[in-house]
Each structure stands twice: as structure tokens, then as C-alpha cells.
């Protein structure tokens, strides 16, 4: 089988606030299935869902209790079988979330690991004695805790990555690593299409227990933790087992039939995500690139994210596009609502080389939630409580999650359908204009234009497979962005205006064909935020005056 993965579109959904089917306010599996139809009608290949694993919820499913069956408040492992079947019947994929790095202080093995010190289970685990009544070392968790937990009953410390109920899994250990390769093949199984490897570059921390060294950087940034909070963490991320792990668990994957692939959650320079991804692109076939998260809307901006993934990652490399997800503010968000701006970020994702994936919601417009500090449910936000939100908002540091998992926006009903009691989290505001029902009976909407850029993209093998460089002619402007793509004997031209003036654009249409424009107005004028899709002719000859 090819490998598919490389030509695909992903949709990240996350699940409590997608669709609730039975009222409780909560989204679900049932809910999920209900939408595929959506979905597919979107133009979207494969969708990847955050945990739905038994969970006690209070890091909202990334604290995994079991792997083999499905918390209560999603559903019940037979309707995840049915929603990998309802995916495949519509010729879609699905992947699931893999939490590898933790799981939850509730989880079996650790329940028996914490309580003595011979227990058979206690080297699933990282446990260490204290040093003079202090933990063994300075480690700090990626954010930015002491990640030792000093444990009352067998007086030792568990190391935790992230947050304290989070006990980190001991990879050293062969029993751990088997378990988890069990997990993912049990998955496998059943007929995941892939997994989303959460904290993937955290698994492994050094066996020498050594004091990370001092580090200048305090904030961590969405494509740098491994200089956070004055420490460089040298001896909790990135660590060379951890490359090694991702070649070992890409040749597990590769033994199916039906060609899963591995996303990474991973983070640092070019370097080290190529740590991850293998000289051959034999390990993880792909990572998270996260400097879109922080993007300028601006055209030097993108065209230095393109130029830059061509030098460092080339084909057979594949680069990702990622705007945003669970734990990021909202891309439309940092560019005022602007629909218009939305939609040529959209443009771009779309038609670059390499893996776009769209956070649900994205596609419509919809905006960051309005909850403080304070009210925020997310326990990052509960472990902030005392930062004021205009502080982490001057700092630009992002403290409460809930506000990027505001439930989904179907129509303008009650709690925008999506769902019938008082949703978990408050609905974002504008939702009586932005939502699917709405704005699918418009055809200028932001998402019909994700419809028509995804029908075009599957459609046109140039877009997924081709090669990308700039144009030439227009690669010093400052508000304009052009790119070409090429596939055999076959051209797409890309043109993005960024500017808040409409550009002329000047081709010779005997030998290029409009195949889109996001704007309806004058062929050579490119208005303001708007792009415009360009083909070659396939042959001159057929075209007279
Ligand atoms: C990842 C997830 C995040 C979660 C954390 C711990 O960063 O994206 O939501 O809280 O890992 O599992
Ligand atoms: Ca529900």
C-alpha cells in the first residue's frame, strides 16, 4: 500500500467539545460519528482526536488511567470500534492520541508502584530517593514545577514531566516499553490509522541524574521548551534514546498492512526535530512544526518559513502546518477576528508542501473563549490562579486553555447544537454569525473556502505532491507572496496578497488559467488578503482569441 500519509489532510478534534450526543454537555463518540458526514463533505482526509481513554479528566484526557477502554463520559470501546469503522466507510482515516511520555497517578501500575518500594510494578516508574531532606536534583517539569513529588508512603520521590498527576513511565524499564508497544498495537488492531504522540521528546530522561544546567530563558515558547524557566533541559528532553525510540516505534507501526503513520508532539530547533524524523525519515514520519503558532501576518513571514523548510526539511521530508490546537490561543484570535485574514492563512496552509493541520473550528471562524484565570477548569490555569489575566496577556503567555476548547459552533441555536443542556465550557461569542449552518449558505464564508482549497487540493496532485518554489519575479515584494508548485509537466502558481491595498497581478492568459481566487472581482486585481490559484495551461494551442 502507498503511503497515503504523505498526500493527506488532517482535522484535529478535540473530543469534549465536538458534538454531544445524550445531553450531558459534554462531546462524545456518538457525537463525533453523527459529524463525518461533515467532514467528509469538508474535504478533510484524516481526522486525529485527543485521548478518549479512561481518564480521571483532570488534565482532560491527557492523564490516561486505561488504555484499552474509553472513559465512560465518551462512550464505550465498542463505539470507538464503531467510529473507526463509520471513518473507514466514508474513505477516511483516524488517529489516535498516544500518551506514552505519563499516565495518570490513577492508572493500575501506578496505583502498585507507589505503594512499596518492592513491588513489582515500582520500575514502571521514576522513583528516587532525596538528597539531605531535598528532592535527588533540580529538575523542573516543562511547566515549570519541581518535577520530583515526594511520596509519603515509601518515602521517595516520582519524577513527572508535566504536571504531578502525571507520573512519568520508566522507558529503561523493558516491561514499560513493551506494555506501551502492546497498547499501540492493540490499536493497530482495530484499525487506527496512526497516532499523535504527545510530549514525544520528554519519554526518556538521562540515566546519570545530573543537574540540568543554568539557563538566561525564563518563558518557554510554542516551539521552544528546552529552555524554559532558567534551565536548559538537557538531561529531561530531547535525550538520543529518545530518537532512538522514535525509530523503534515507526518500525512497529510499519508492520501493518494498512501503513499507520506517527505525528510527534516534539520541540526544538530544525535539529532536533530531524533527531526525531531519522536522516532517512525512518523515524516519526512527521512532527509538529509549531512556528506558525507564532506567526506574523506578514508575506516575509511565510516566505521565510517556506525557504527555511526547503533547506532544512526537503522532500523526502515533509513539513507540517500547524495554526493552532488544544493547547494554543486561537489563530484567528491574534489577527482580530479578521475573516478575510483568516481565510489567506487558510490559503497558504493549503496549497504549501507538506501536511496542513486544521484545529476544528478553524474552518468557521471561531473564536477564542472569553474565561479568566481565575474560572479557567484547565489545570494549567489552576496552577495560575494567582497570575491576572492582563499579566499572562502582557507576558503573551498563554495560562488558560479553555479558551482554544470552547465547544464547537453548528448553528445559531441555543448552545450553537452542540448540545442540548449547559455546555462544559462557555460557548465563544460572535456564534450567531459564526457557525456551519450559517455560513455554508454563504459562498464567500471562510468555510466554503476551505471547502473549495480542499476540493482543489484533492483534486490536484500538483498541490499535494509537487515540488514548491518561489516566484522569481515577485520573491523581494513586501506584501506579496507568490509560489509555484510543480508536478511532472504540471503548474500551479500560488499568489497571496498581505497587503491592505488590492495588487495588479499581470499573466498571460493564453498560458495560465485561473483555477481560484478568494475574492469576486477584476482577474488582475488581487484584493486585500486575498490569494488567487493559477494553472498552467496544458497546451497553448488550445486556447484562441
Ligand atoms: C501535550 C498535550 C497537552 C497535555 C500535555 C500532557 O502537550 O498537547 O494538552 O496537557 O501534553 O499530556
Ligand atoms: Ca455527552
Known amino acids: ?58 488534565d482532560f484526557g491527557y492523564d490516561i488511567a486505561d488504555y484499552y477502554h474509553m472513559d465512560p463520559i465518551f462512550g464505550t470501546v465498542k463505539e470507538a470500534f464503531a467510529l473507526i469503522k463509520a471513518v473507514h466507510n466514508r474513505k477516511m482515516k483516524i488517529v489516535f492520541d498516544m500518551v506514552l511520555n505519563h499516565t495518570s497517578d490513577e492508572h493500575a501500575w501506578f496505583q502498585e508502584s507507589r505503594s512499596s518500594t518492592t513491588n513489582p510494578k515500582r520500575d514502571y516508574y521514576i522513583w528516587k ?53 502492546n497498547v499501540m498495537r492493540f490499536w493497530m488492531d482495530k484499525g487506527v490509522d496512526g497516532f ?66 506517527l505525528i510527534g508532539e516534539v520541540s526544538g530547533d530544525d535539529k532536533t526535530l530531524k533527531g526525531f524524523l531519522g536522516e532517512k525519515v525512518d523515524g516519526l514520519n512527521l512532527v509538529f512544526q509549531f512556528e506558525l503558532i507564532e506567526f506574523k501576518f506578514r508575506a516575509d513571514f511565510f516566505r521565510r518559513i517556506l525557504l527555511n523548510n526547503e533547506i532544512e526539511f526537503p522532500a523526502p521530508f515533509l513539513p507540517t502546518y500547524v495554526f493552532g490546537n488544544h493547547d494554543q490561543k486561537r489563530s484567528i484570535s491574534k489577527i482580530d477576528g479578521h475573516l478575510e485574514k483568516a481565510k489567506l492563512l487558510a490559503f497558504f496552509q493549503l496549497t504549501a508542501r507538506g501536511i496542513p493541520i486544521i484545529y476544528y473550528g478553524e474552518e468557521i471562524g471561531l473564536l477564542e473563549g472569553n474565561i479568566s484565570n481565575q474560572e479557567g477548569l484547565d489545570p494549567i490555569a489552576r496552577q495560575n490562579r494567582w497570575v491576572p489575566d492582563w499579566l499572562s496577556k502582557f507576558l503573551g503567555i498563554y495560562l488558560n486553555r479553555d479558551n482554544c476548547r470552547t465547544p464547537m459552533s453548528w448553528d445559531d441555536s441555543a448552545n450553537n447544537g452542540f448540545t442540548s443542556s449547559k455546555p462544559w465550557l462557555p460557548l465563544s461569542s460572535d456564534t450567531k454569525n459564526r457557525n456551519v449552518e450559517i455560513e455554508s449558505k454563504n459562498p464567500s464564508s471562510i468555510l466554503n473556502h476551505y471547502k473549495s482549497l480542499l476540493r482543489i487540493r484533492n ?35 500560488v499568489y497571496l496578497n498581505f497587503g491592505n491595498f488590492p495588487r495588479e497581478i499581470y499573466f498571460d492568459e493564453a498560458e495560465y488559467e485561473i483555477l481560484y481566487k478568494s475574492y469576486v472581482a477584476d482577474t488582475f486585481l488581487l484584493q486585500s488578503y486575498s490569494g488567487m490559484l493559477l494553472k498552467k495551461r496544458k497546451s497553448k494551442k488550445w486556447f484562441s482569441k
Open 129 to 181: 530517593k532525596g538528597k539531605n531532606g531535598a528532592p535527588p536534583n533540580n529538575w523542573i517539569s516543562m511547566v515549570g514545577k519541581p518535577g520530583w513529588n515526594y511520596d509519603e508512603k515509601t518515602k521517595e520521590y516520582y519524577y513527572s514531566n508535566f504536571l504531578s498527576f502525571q507520573p512519568d513511565l520508566n522507558y529503561r524499564n523493558p516491561k514499560v516499553k513493551e506494555e506501551m508497544f
Open 459 to 493: 483534486k490536484e496532485r500538483t498541490l499535494r505532491e509537487g515540488s514548491i518554489g518561489l516566484i522569481d519575479k515577485w520573491k523581494e515584494e513586501k506584501d506579496l507572496l507568490a509560489y509555484e508548485r510543480e508536478w511532472e509537466d504540471s503548474k500551479i502558481q
Open 1 to 58: 500500500m502507498k503511503q497515503w500519509w504523505k498526500q493527506t489532510t488532517i482535522y484535529q478534534i478535540y473530543p469534549r467539545s465536538y458534538q454531544d450526543s445524550n445531553g450531558d454537555g459534554i462531546g462524545d463518540i456518538k457525537g463525533i460519528i453523527s459529524r463525518l458526514d461533515y467532514l467528509k463533505d469538508l474535504g478533510i482526509e484524516t481526522i486525529w482526536i485527543s485521548p478518549m481513554y479512561v481518564s480521571p479528566q483532570k
Open 196 to 261: 499523535r504522540l504527545d510530549i514525544f521528546n520528554s519519554i526518556y530522561k538521562d540515566e546519570s541524574f545530573k543537574d540540568n544546567p543554568f539557563s538566561i530563558r525564563y518563558l518557554p515558547t510554542p516551539d521552544n521548551n528546552d529552555e524554559a524557566y532558567f534551565q536548559e533541559k538537557k538531561y529531561t528532553l530531547n535525550l538520543p534514546e529518545n530518537f532512538k525510540l522514535a525509530k523503534e516505534v515507526r518500525s512497529l507501526v510499519e508492520k501493518y498492512r494498512h501503513k499507520p503513520f
